[in-house]
């Protein structure tokens, strides 16, 4: 058994006008944008699939401009988060995994189910809701992580219920969103989101180091001890994990240049 996970650092989309001066090269097609940036990266987080559905032909063509080893990591449908009551989104969670998603083979990663800033926890309700995340479609395993923005998540039967369920919680580094740290499954998933536009690679050369450090501790089995926990005294399996880690909202425009020094302190 390997000791450690793959660990991939990546950015939101591949679409953004200011990329087309600061990120890819002069005169390049828009159509081989993603071709481009799954050359530098090695995952990308689509926020597209949040706002609308794709066709299988579209998951097909990303699938076939990446190289082996990549990986797309798709924000699930809003429909399905955005509501009173989460043991009702089977209908939405099915209408969502159903849509192509398949067609991206060994290129389709984590899920991430994101729930809005307002969103409070009720325990049974969503209990409901993770007893609805398939693990698996079409034979591909599935892996769901799970984004939540309100401070009523910040208690130790949350984390046990994502325990429970192999779901990780999104590790946010955000300027008013809590953080949640707390290891819950196979795999480890971080947005980082406090980059800045005057720092070319996002983040400065500490912050860069300091998560260069705690993604590797993750994909090693262990927990960070510089990262706030919910519930300190669970000790989670020692397994290897894979780990995702992206560069979103702040800092976009030096986002690409983020994950790749990131991936750079990782794979040097």
Known sequence: MSKAGTIRTGIGGWTFEPWE???????LPKKRQLEYAASKLKVIE??????????????AKWASEVPEGFIFSLKASRFTTNRKVLAEAGPSIDKFLSQGLAELGE??????????????????????FLQLLPAELSGLPLRHVVEVRHDSFKVPEFVELLAKYNVAPVCAEH?????????????????????????KTCY??????????????????GVPD????????????Q???????????????????GAMALQEKLDG
């Open 21 to 27: 001066v600061t990120f890819y090269p002069d005169k």
């Open 46 to 59: 689509v926020n597209g699939t949040y706002y609308g559905s794709q066709k299988p032909e579209t998951f």
């Open 107 to 128: 290129h389709l990663g984590p899920l991430l189910w994101q729930f809005a800033p307002t969103k409070r926890f009720e325990p049974e309700d969503f209990e409901a």
């Open 175 to 199: 300027a008013e969103y809590p953080m949640i740290a707390d290891v819950t499954a196979d795999f480890a998933y971080a947005r980082l989101q406090k980059g800045s536009d005057a720092i």
């Open 204 to 221: 400065s050369e500490d912050e860069l180091q300091a998560w260069s450090d705690r993604l590797r501790i993750w994909s090693e089995g």
């Open 226 to 237: 510089d990262l706030p926990l919910i519930n300190p005294s669970r000790k989670p399996k």
């Open 239 to 257: 397994q290897p994990r894979d780990v995702f880690a992206f560069f979103i909202h702040e800092g976009k425009v030096n986002a690409p240049y």
